[in-house]
């Protein structure tokens, strides 16, 4: 999709900016000026909302959305796969690596990142055949279980731990229901279409 994304390109200047993302990945831009941006690359730094539109998983950075020009533009999965850290200029790896740079921005107030958006159903059947569903199998955890959690606002799994490690499927990490403040304009302006999706005070 990405590589078919790059005969779009052919069309624009070489100074204009290219931002990519996964479709649940919203960039803030309402305070950047891209103008004054003299990094190569920026990459947003972007909150995590699980579940409903309103429950932030806090403490848990989401570097998703990231941007450069035209003209500096390797490839969308070379954008993509970019280190999210910004190294000093004396790391001498730098120069010989792809994805490790040190002429970056961090835009903190990034936007956000919305995941497991799904009904019960939905969201179990998704655990059902991901990659690693032999591990969501061997947790234990059955539709009903998977429906509490997403009643009483709970995420189950560590994303905090290593991919290896098989506790990762034993969190009990309570979400924060946030206000309007939080989130996008869209979302606000049209929060009675999408009522369905956020947690309200009597749920």
């Known amino acids: 999709q ?3 994304a790059a005969t779009t390109l052919k069309n624009i200047e070489l100074e204009d900016w290219i931002i990519i993302n996964d479709i649940d990945e919203i960039p803030n831009l309402k305070n950047i000026n891209f103008n004054e941006i003299k990094n190569k690359i920026v990459i947003f730094r972007q ?4 579940y409903k539109f309103n429950l932030l998983y806090p403490n848990v950075p989401w570097f998703g959305s990231k941007a450069c020009k035209k003209k500096y533009l390797k490839s969308f999965s070379w954008l993509n796969n970019l280190k999210t850290k910004k190294y000093p200029i004396w790391r001498l790896d730098t120069l010989f690596s792809k994805n490790k740079l040190n002429n970056l921005e961090i835009i ?3 936007g956000w990142h ?17 990659g690693h569903h032999d591990e969501f199998d061997d947790s234990g955890i059955t539709l009903e279980k998977l429906k ?3 009643d009483n606002g709970i995420v189950f799994y560590n994303h905090k731990l290593d991919k290896k490690n098989p506790q990762k499927w034993n969190f009990d990490y309570k979400l924060k229901r946030v206000d309007n403040s939080f989130l996008p304009k869209y979302l606000v302006d049209n929060k009675s279409k999408y009522i369905n999706w956020f947690k309200t005070l009597n749920d």
């Open 2 to 4: 990405r590589q078919k």
């Open 108 to 110: 903190n107030d990034g």
């Open 114 to 130: 919305f995941t497991n958006i799904k009904t019960p159903e939905d969201l179990y059947e998704k655990f059902k055949n991901f």
């Open 148 to 150: 509490e959690y997403i």
């Open 47 to 50: 909150q995590i909302f699980y």
